[in-house]
């Protein structure tokens, strides 16, 4: 590999003036700069970042750490802040925790050693990890917290409106006449999850209608956990209308559960998730959801690291998106069998009126 002193000898340069090239400082002249880039191509020239992390205390890394990349929520993320890492001349380097703290644990302690600009986490466990975060911030990078936000994290974040998310699917099944509503929450340890049954309870006690113990099933984020927590709900005496999932893949469970007992949504059982995958729009029947903007999260959350290390050093940023409703077949009246009501919906003061 050629060296800065080969480079030099070819451009008919000093040593000085290949660094500052390679630097990107002004003081270069543009004849002697041009000369210096035509004998990296002719040589094939690959800088060290290390080497310059090691002059500038960073490299132009940023890493970004998710929990789970199975989960389709979260390459919708990646891609939204790789696309602006790029844009910005930064590199992304994604690593995935597998929602293991031990395993988040270990990224965070080696990917520091590579001198990263930013850091986008997405934590494995809320209570445990941010003294590692921390660490980072004093060297010099960049943190920001996305989508599961710890409650003792002072520094920038970006998320979604859980709550109001959740609000607005349990009110549109409020809306259209339901008044035996179950959900099924993700993991109760993650701030995403209790935000989201947050929303579903501020509706129901809205709307004057009581929440059943039994009609609150925690599950794990993935359809298989979504299936077996919906049939534990069929399975009642007294059987849901109506089913808000904390997330799509929840949902492909529920509809999937709703299939294997012979009944039919939305006719007899209104499922609602929460994220619009794309998976949405081809399940059967399509899956009435919230869009919570995946890549805006991630976009958002990589301009604010790229703004840190531009000398951006105002207020601490909490940016939260709010999510949109979005209808489609799965939800629609409580009816008898045969009779199709799908998108229909009551005011809410003439739903509360008839109790």
Same mark, same amino acid.
């Given at each position: *590999?050629?060296?800065?002193?080969?480079?030099?000898?070819?451009?008919?340069?000093s040593?000085?003036t290949?660094?500052?090239?390679?630097?990107?400082?002004?003081?270069?002249?543009?004849?002697?700069?041009?000369? $210096?880039?035509?004998?990296?191509?002719?040589?094939?020239?690959?800088?060290?970042?290390?080497?310059?992390a090691?002059?500038?205390?960073?490299?132009?890394?940023? $890493?970004?750490?998710?929990?789970?990349?199975t989960?389709?929520?979260?390459?919708g993320?990646?891609?939204?802040?790789?696309?602006?890492?790029?844009?910005?001349?930064?590199?992304?380097?994604?690593?995935?925790?597998?929602?293991?703290l031990e395993? @988040?644990?270990? /990224? %965070?302690h @080696?990917?520091?050693t590579?001198?990263?600009?930013?850091?986008?986490?997405?934590?494995?466990?809320l209570?445990?990890?941010?003294?590692?975060?921390?660490?980072?911030?004093?060297?010099?990078?960049?943190?920001?917290? *996305?989508?599961?936000?710890?409650?003792?994290?002072?520094?920038?974040s970006?998320?979604?409106?859980? @709550?109001e998310?959740? /609000?607005?699917?349990t009110? !549109?099944?409020?809306?259209?006449? !339901?008044?035996?509503?179950?959900?099924?929450?993700?993991?109760?340890?993650?701030?995403?999850?209790t935000?989201?049954?947050?929303?579903?309870?501020r509706? *129901?006690?809205?709307a004057g209608?009581?929440?059943?113990p039994?009609?609150?099933?925690?599950?794990?984020?993935?359809?298989?956990?979504?299936?077996?927590?919906?049939?534990? %709900?069929?399975?009642?005496?007294?059987?849901?209308?109506?089913?808000?999932?904390?997330?799509?893949?929840i949902g492909?469970? $529920?509809l999937a559960a709703v299939?294997e007992?012979?009944?039919?949504?939305p006719?007899?059982?209104?499922?609602?998730?929460?994220?619009n995958?794309?998976?949405?729009n081809?399940?059967?029947?399509?899956l009435?959801?919230?869009?919570q903007?995946? /890549?805006?999260?991630?976009?958002?959350?990589?301009?604010?690291?790229?703004?840190?290390n531009?000398?951006?050093?105002?207020?601490?940023?909490?940016?939260?998106?709010a999510?949109?409703?979005?209808?489609?077949?799965s939800?629609?009246?409580?009816v008898?069998?045969?009779?199709?009501?799908?998108?229909k919906?009551?005011p809410?003061?003439?739903?509360?009126?008839a109790?």
């Amino acid at each position: *590999m050629a060296t800065v002193k080969e480079i030099a000898e070819r451009a008919g340069v000093s040593i000085g003036t290949v660094s500052n090239v390679l630097n990107g400082l002004p003081s270069v002249r543009e004849s002697a700069r041009q000369r $210096v880039l035509k004998a990296m191509e002719q040589v094939d020239y690959q800088p060290s970042l290390l080497g310059r992390a090691l002059r500038k205390d960073k490299t132009n890394m940023i $890493v970004m750490i998710v929990p789970d990349i199975t989960n389709p929520f979260f390459p919708g993320a990646v891609r939204g802040a790789e696309d602006v890492a790029f844009k910005h001349g930064f590199r992304l380097v994604l690593c995935n925790s597998d929602n293991d703290l031990e395993k @988040e644990a270990t /990224y %965070l302690h @080696e990917m520091r050693t590579y001198r990263p600009s930013g850091l986008i986490i997405v934590p494995a466990d809320l209570s445990k990890g941010t003294d590692e975060a921390k660490a980072y911030l004093r060297t010099g990078c960049s943190v920001v917290y *996305m989508d599961r936000i710890p409650s003792n994290w002072r520094g920038d974040s970006v998320t979604s409106a859980h @709550e109001e998310g959740a /609000y607005l699917a349990t009110r !549109h099944l409020i809306e259209l006449g !339901h008044l035996n509503i179950a959900t099924i929450t993700g993991p109760l340890s993650l701030s995403s999850a209790t935000a989201r049954l947050d929303g579903f309870r501020r509706a *129901m006690k809205e709307a004057g209608l009581p929440i059943t113990p039994e009609y609150v099933q925690e599950a794990d984020f993935n359809t298989t956990a979504g299936f077996h927590a919906a049939k534990a %709900l069929l399975a009642l005496r007294r059987k849901p209308t109506a089913i808000f999932a904390a997330n799509d893949l929840i949902g492909f469970g $529920v509809l999937a559960a709703v299939r294997e007992a012979g009944l039919q949504c939305p006719e007899d059982i209104s499922v609602v998730g929460f994220d619009n995958l794309d998976e949405s729009n081809v399940a059967s029947p399509k899956l009435s959801t919230v869009e919570q903007f995946a /890549y805006q999260v991630g976009s958002k959350a990589a301009e604010i690291v790229i703004e840190r290390n531009q000398g951006g050093d105002g207020p601490t940023k909490h940016i939260v998106l709010a999510p949109k409703l979005l209808v489609k077949d799965s939800s629609g009246q409580p009816v008898k069998r045969g009779r199709s009501t799908r998108g229909k919906s009551l005011p809410l003061r003439k739903l509360v009126a008839a109790r």
